[in-house]
């Protein structure tokens, strides 16, 4: 017999919907273990999903999705969403090369409106969204699910604010699983949930609003004042009615029953709402509840067991070796500040915020303000390093040129999961760092090729009177054990790590380690170029004057990376040598295992190997060949 019953009924929302009310609890039920067993096989985010069951059966129940629009932020919430709409059986091989990718894919389903990897954008979509409803009046409803830290972002406010302006047919659920607000949760909020949706508050309001028209001026301002006080101690939500949003909650984001009820009432409403809807991170899963941070994202694992202690000392990763050189700095340096826009624990930073923690800052999601705060910082002497997936830091681009390099600010950033990223996808790739830092006056841009360099670079970051960054990849490097001291490198500086005769390799950071197999089977010389700018133009000159052909690879686009500085170098003076580009192609990479998508690419040895041969054995038609 069959332990999900119910759920294995269930290929589409239409299903699910024709389930009389009374057996939604026992398919929440169903829905949490058969997610928790699932993800335990293939590994994935798994906590947010837990929290979230409930929650997107009702909504999955009120709406007609797909008609009906239901896009979701921060999408490591909506593992249910997948199992509900189709993807049942594929979610077992989540964020696998071959399976569904581990956030909401526009191409993966009609029930992804929106494609999600970067946090709060769910809003601003809706509103689009709801906006062209209205515009053709096709009676479409339109609801955002935006939780797990999204709302702490500066977009999630611009769309609120924007909305209570347009004031469109939008309903926006706050899936609030702060722990520190459980107690909010009961009968009272219950009732005045239901008395708000209900229709029975609007009705009141209304009818004050008719009786303040007919005071006099003086008494009319005094009754407002009073009722706003008044609200304000009832009605948790003033903030968003002062936007321009009905609010109703908070609800109990684990009752299905109340959920349905409270759903279907605001379903027939107009106008943008809000609802607030409390729930636990990890739900249902005693471990997953007590550690929501460790079950946050987890690799396979025993769900009876839980996630195993480490039993020995796992091998050094880039996050590490950044995580240990910013204690030691900090120890030496009175003036670094650790920063970090809510990625304390993905960015190395607990110990340094355990050690020093006046010197520690969260800006939570906010990467633009992260990025001008450092900049403050700095016009004030400190020594900020902001700790920074590659990824996030597309989100405060213009204050990266506008408020820190313009201004010449000594700010380090540290820009980690660097390259490809594996299971996360196209979302979360850093692909294009080396474009977007190095066409920027004043920055010095780095690129370790193990992990020694990395610290070292880290050092030479710090040293420098101007913004500096240093790009590393996830996980772990060649093994090469960091220095204890805090010395730098000379900048600009390559190093030449092998002689050969023909072909130059000219590689960046993780591309060095894959050329030193090549470059041996080929007899070539093998460059580390450490940086990419500036670059040392007196190495490039050097190999293109004794070889007769350079090949440059990176981890990053090729289009405006680090070889296209080599190809312009190389034009500024004057040199024609054959020349070869291998990087990352002129299209998006899908999820999998980092080792599997460098293969996909050519970027590891046998691509690399490949590649190169069979560019040697074309017919040269042009001096220049870009892959």
Known sequence: MSAYPLLEGIDEPAHLRELPQTQLPRLSEQLRDYLLNSVARSGGHLAAGLGAVELTVALHYVLNTPYDRLVWDVGHQCYPHKILTGRRQEISRVRKIDGPAGFPVRDESPYDTFGVGHSSTAISAALGMALGSRNRDDGRKTCAVIGDGGLTAGEAFEALNHAGDVRPDLLVVLNDNEMSISENVGALNKTFARLLAGGVYGNMRAEAKNVLERMPGPMRDFAKLAEEHVKGMLVPGTFFEELGFQYFGPVDGHDVDELVTVLGRLREMDGPRILHCVTRKGKGYAKAEANPIAYHGVKAFDPAAGLKAATEAAPLTYTDVFSQWLCDMAEQEPRLWGVT???????????????????????AIAEQHAVTLCGGLACEGEKPVLA???????????????????????????????GLVGADGATHHGMFDFSYMRCL??????????????????????????????????????GTVPETTLETLPVGQAQIRRWGQGIALLAFGTMVAPA??????LDATLVNMRFVKPLDEACIREMAE?????????????????????AETLARLDLRPRLLQIGLADHFVDHGERDEQLALVGLDTDGIRQRIHDWRDRTVASPATSE
């Open 546 to 566: 004794t070889h007769d052909a350079i090949v440059i690879l990176e981890e990053n686009m090729v289009a405006g990376g680090a070889g296209s500085a080599v």
């Open 516 to 521: 030193e197999t090549v470059a041996e089977e």
């Open 441 to 478: 006056p004043n920055v010095t841009v780095m690129a370790p090729a193990d992990e020694r360099e990395c610290r070292q670079m880290l050092s030479t970051a710090l040293a420098i009177e101007g913004p500096a960054s240093v790009r590393y990849p996830r996980g772990r490097g060649p």
């Open 388 to 418: 920074i997936y590659s990824t996030f830091l597309q989100r405060g681009y213009d204050q990266l040129i506008h408020d820190i390099a313009l201004q010449n600010l000594p700010v380090v950033f540290a820009l980690d999961r660097a």
């Open 341 to 363: 826009p809510a990625m304390r624990e993905g960015s190395g930073l607990v110990a340094f915020a355990e050690r020093f923690p006046d010197r520690y800052l969260d800006t």
